[in-house]
């Protein structure tokens, strides 16, 4: 494992390597890496046989070095789960001009067995990504990753910023007090600044609550001033744009969309795969003539599906065909969810013909 370096930094390879090269020059192997904090499992193979599997300290480099002066010449193609770690392991080897993917976590082909552990989980994603089993995860590039790490951080303030006003509303609850009926706004964040209660440490308590709200509000609003500069970006941009036109989508959530859907035109195949992402299909099974329509299933973010839910709620007012489609559905199954995930649905198809093909938005259109 160890590559040994002449005096000028260049790689010295034994007779043994020299052998060994003409055997591994230009031959597939399938490196499978179960990632973890402390360690790596990785296991090396070819297409019908295991060569190695073995523990390692995390790093990208040290495993390189490992596989070049191992396997010299072969054609190593990687996979690991996504996990995390994000993806830096995957910008490593990509940059080196490795043949690397990342795989949706827990999606490893099952094989029927109960066991579970490191050195199985990396076995079975050499074996797999032999086969070409393995699922990909389509990695976004840095700047992509970036701003979604923002949106990250913004959702926690506003959960944050969510969890304060339940605090301050039970203590006015507990406490009976009369401003537990007024609506929350800045006013109402003055009038609480001067109430006072017997216990000296509660008072003290309820004080820094308010302090941490107005600090976290601030934040909040920072992070809105960066999220609309995104909105700068030469290829977002013109997205962003196109979706704020649709009535009752704001900046926030037209970078939000921009970034997490439509960062790249070729991300969904078709409004229904995408429909599909954001768990707004019903499931369907079917047996003989029987066919049994469930609930939707999320392939990906939950978040996402909750504030594009949200959006429905605010479009199907301000768009005709949207409230056509509304009332449409809601008197057949008698349900406004089903009603408004309907709308949501015929909403996102509408952002797709947009993004993607480009068409104008046009309001009040029969449904």
């Known amino acids: 494992m160890e590559v040994r370096e002449n005096q000028n930094g260049d790689r010295k390879m034994d007779n043994q390597t020299n052998l060994e090269k003409s055997f591994f020059e230009n031959k597939e192997l399938f490196v499978g890496m179960d990632v973890h904090k402390a360690k790596w499992v990785v296991t090396v193979r070819s297409y019908d046989l295991e060569l190695k599997t073995f523990s390692m300290q995390p790093n990208a480099e040290m495993l390189e070095k490992y596989l070049l002066s191992t396997y010299p010449g072969a054609i190593c193609k990687i996979v690991y789960e996504c996990c995390f770690s994000g993806f830096w392991i995957y910008d490593y080897f990509n940059e080196k001009g490795y043949s690397i993917i990342v795989t949706p976590t827990n ?3 099952k094989d029927g067995s109960s066991i579970k552990t ?3 989980d990396s076995r079975k994603l050499a074996f797999q990504h032999s086969r070409g089993l393995l699922r990909k995860v389509m990695v976004p590039e840095k700047k992509i990753r970036e701003y979604k790490y923002i949106f990250r951080i913004y959702d926690k303030q506003k959960m944050r910023k969510g969890q304060i006003l339940r605090q301050v509303k039970a203590i006015l609850e507990q406490k009976n007090h009369p401003l537990k009926w007024e609506k929350w706004n800045k006013g109402l964040v003055d009038k609480l600044k001067l109430l006072t209660f017997e216990d000296n440490l509660f008072d003290l308590k309820f004080g820094n609550l ?13 992070s809105e001033n960066i999220i609309e500069r995104i909105k700068e970006d030469k290829v977002l ?3 962003i744009t196109r979706i704020e036109k649709i009535n009752g989508i704001g900046i926030i959530s ?5 970034v997490y859907l439509f960062d790249r035109k070729d991300r969904f195949e078709s409004s229904e795969k995408l429909n599909h992402h954001l768990g707004l299909t019903p499931s369907e099974r079917s047996s003989g003539e029987k066919i049994n329509r469930g609930r939707s299933g999320i392939c990906g973010n939950r978040q996402l599906r909750s504030i594009i839910i949200q959006l429905a709620w605010k479009t199907v007012r301000k768009d005709g065909a ?7 559905v809601y008197k057949k199954s008698g349900s406004k969810q089903k009603a408004i995930v309907a709308v949501a649905r015929k909403l996102m198809t509408k952002l797709y013909a947009i993004i993607i093909k480009e068409e104008e938005y046009r309001v009040n259109l029969a449904a």
């Open 118 to 120: 490191d050195t199985i």
């Open 322 to 328: 949207l409230l056509d489609k509304f009332e449409r």
């Open 254 to 258: 037209a970078v939000r969309m921009s």
């Open 107 to 109: 999606r490893i082909y």
């Open 210 to 222: 308010l302090k941490e709200y107005e600090y976290v509000v601030s934040q909040i609003k920072d």
């Open 237 to 239: 941009g013109k997205r």
